[in-house]
């Protein structure tokens, strides 16, 4: 059974770097074939890929947080991190970390693990 994760600061204030780590166990996330991806849903909206980690070490971004969003990899301890800089208020949301087999995702019921998420709010 592949657990995942994540963890991180709750409050971050805004124009700092959001940064979060999922961990995962009962899975390695270098095993062929599975991505692993960040999604967040904003409070009173719907689910927001972020972007996704490769078994190869390639990263995806969304296009429209691309410019601020970088997902990286530890396969020592087997997790992978999310680094959002310049926040903003908007950026506040429950932010989840998920495996995947094929990119773009159709749809949430496609992810086959997810971690409980954590609420992440940006706030002076």
């Known amino acids: 059974q592949v657990q995942l994760q994540e963890s991180g600061p709750g409050l971050v204030k805004p124009s700092q770097t959001l940064s979060l780590t999922c961990t995962v166990s009962?899975?390695?996330?270098?095993?062929?074939?599975?991505?692993w991806s960040w999604i967040r849903q904003p409070p009173g909206k719907g689910l927001e890929w972020m972007g996704a980690?490769?078994?190869?070490?390639?990263?995806f971004y969304s296009p429209s947080l691309k410019s601020r969003t970088s997902i990286s990899r530890d396969t020592t301890k087997n997790q992978f991190t999310l680094q959002l800089a310049s926040v903003t208020p908007e950026d506040t949301a429950v932010y989840y970390c998920a495996r995947i087999r094929t990119l773009p995702a159709g749809g949430a019921n496609e992810y086959d693990y997810w971690g409980q998420g954590t609420q992440v709010t940006v706030s002076s």
């Open positions: 009962g899975g390695s996330i270098t095993a062929d074939y599975y991505y």
């Open positions: 980690i490769a078994y190869v070490d390639t990263a």
